[in-house]
């Protein structure tokens, strides 16, 4: 059992290049979520999805853009990266009706 | 908004002895749920233990437990008996009207604990 799980886990970008961030999760969950961690500021929500076709803006979203074509997949997207995304990104999900997230590893990525 | 404050940057304690990780929030609902998270230095998140706004006693898992104070808005993480493997960074966590459709589950900037041998 997987749980959910993140690639790349490492990422170095030049400033203006994008990417994608993959997220997949094998337990059905509705709910997904991106963070992105920075020091001495937790946790902060970028976007997040209540299901299939849909997603919404978290506290952070300047930046960033989501899909989720596939109930198990929740990608995010930097189109032009800056040095002030440099975070550690992670994603986390839960099933309906659940209080906890199940997180991935965390993706670290270094914009130059 | 929802406000989640760890004042403790940094805490250290004796192996075998208890800790406590304070957590205050600001909210002006009625139902919410507050939550902590292990992250050791692999980077995971480990959830932790999980208090609910409603819940008369407080919440107890293994050696955690939490310290809720509901009038005082304060939701302290207590670690009994410290083990090394205790060292980590730990945050507290809070989400509005849980069980319901609010997602924006809030963070605090966390409390680095290093247990001494």
């Known amino acids: 059992n997987a749980g959910v799980t993140q690639t790349p886990k490492f990422r170095v970008l030049k400033t203006g290049q994008s990417m994608t961030l993959l997220c997949a999760q094998d337990?059905?969950?509705?709910?997904m979520y991106w963070y992105r961690q920075d020091p001495g500021m937790g946790l902060r929500l970028i976007h997040y999805s209540v299901g299939e076709g849909t997603t919404a803006k978290g506290e952070v979203p300047d930046g960033y853009n989501v899909s989720r074509l596939k109930k198990q997949n929740f990608l995010l997207g930097l189109e032009s990266a800056a040095p002030s995304q440099t975070s550690v990104y992670f994603c986390?999900?839960?099933?309906?009706?659940?209080?906890?997230?199940?997180f991935g590893a965390g993706s670290r990525l270094t914009v130059l | 908004a929802q406000k989640i404050t760890q004042t403790q940057p940094g805490m250290f304690v004796q192996e075998k002895e208890a800790v406590t990780l304070d957590c205050t929030y600001d909210?002006?609902?009625?139902?919410?749920?507050l939550f902590w998270y292990k992250q050791p230095s692999s980077g995971e998140m480990i959830f932790l233990i999980y208090q609910g706004s409603y819940d008369e006693q407080n919440a107890t898992e293994g050696r955690y437990s939490l310290n809720f104070q509901k009038a005082r808005k304060s939701a302290n993480l207590v670690i009994s008996a410290s083990q090394l493997g205790d060292s980590a960074m730990y945050f507290c966590a809070m989400r509005e009207a849980p069980g319901y459709n609010n997602n924006d589950m809030r963070f605090g900037a966390g409390t680095r604990l290093t247990v001494k041998p």
């Open positions: 337990m059905n969950h509705e709910y």
């Open positions: 909210t002006s609902d009625q139902s919410y749920g």
């Open positions: 986390a999900s839960r099933i309906s009706g659940a209080n906890v997230l199940t």
